[in-house]
């Protein structure tokens, strides 16, 4: 039992007593195995990040779809043209009618 702790303490797998555990840690530690986790770790990374961007741009949109909806119901087509064209008014107008 005394060899095997030694091996888990190993920073080199050539140091490993067991034949088995070396060759397995010699793998995990090689640059090919660790290059294809990293392709698959950015792989699922850049999926979370698209879908993540799509439930952004979802939401956005129902919010600016509520935004021109109140603001039509209220004849404030003035303020509608004025938020097409303008970033900080909309962001007023999202603030003003509570929809942020």
């Known amino acids: 039992m005394g060899r095997l702790a030694e091996d888990f303490h190993a920073n080199d797998p050539k ?6 555990l070396s060759k397995r840690v010699a793998k995990l530690k090689s640059t090919d195995f660790m290059q294809k986790g ?4 950015n792989i699922l ?3 979370y990040r698209q879908a993540a ?3 952004g741009r979802e939401e956005g949109s129902e919010k600016l779809a ?10 404030r087509l003035e303020d509608i043209k004025k938020a097409s064209r303008d970033k ?10 509570n929809l942020m």
């Open 53 to 55: 961007l799509e439930e």
């Open 38 to 41: 990293d392709k698959n770790m």
């Open 15 to 20: 140091q490993m007593h067991s034949t088995i």
């Open 88 to 97: 900080r008014y909309r962001k007023k107008l999202f603030r003003e009618l």
């Open 45 to 47: 990374l850049e999926r």
């Open 66 to 75: 509520q935004l021109m909806g109140i603001l039509a119901e209220s004849g």
